[in-house]
């Protein structure tokens, strides 16, 4: 979603997409595109069980996780 306005984390950059969780106005240094939610709310998902981890998610080097 395209909106105009500040960026409800840093304050300073102009907001160009808002958080599909939270709703928050965020600039694209603080918008995960490829999960359609803020930064803020991306550190959150981190914890919830039915969010599978993503190659991106992963260290230099290692393929699986164990919990």
Same mark, same amino acid.
């Given at each position: 979603?395209?909106?105009?306005g500040l960026c409800e984390i840093?304050?300073? %950059?102009?907001?160009? !997409? +808002?958080?599909?969780?939270?709703? *928050? #106005?965020?600039?694209?240094?603080?918008y995960a595109e490829s999960d359609?939610?803020?930064? %803020?709310?991306?550190? !959150? +998902?981190?914890?919830?069980?039915? *969010? #599978?981890?993503?190659?991106?998610?992963?260290?230099?080097?290692?393929?699986?996780?164990?919990?």
């Amino acid at each position: 979603m395209s909106v105009t306005g500040l960026c409800e984390i840093c304050e300073s %950059a102009t907001s160009e !997409d +808002a958080c599909d969780l939270c709703g *928050r #106005q965020v600039c694209e240094n603080h918008y995960a595109e490829s999960d359609g939610i803020c930064t %803020a709310c991306l550190g !959150d +998902a981190g914890s919830r069980p039915d *969010r #599978q981890p993503t190659s991106d998610d992963l260290p230099d080097g290692v393929d699986t996780y164990e919990f």
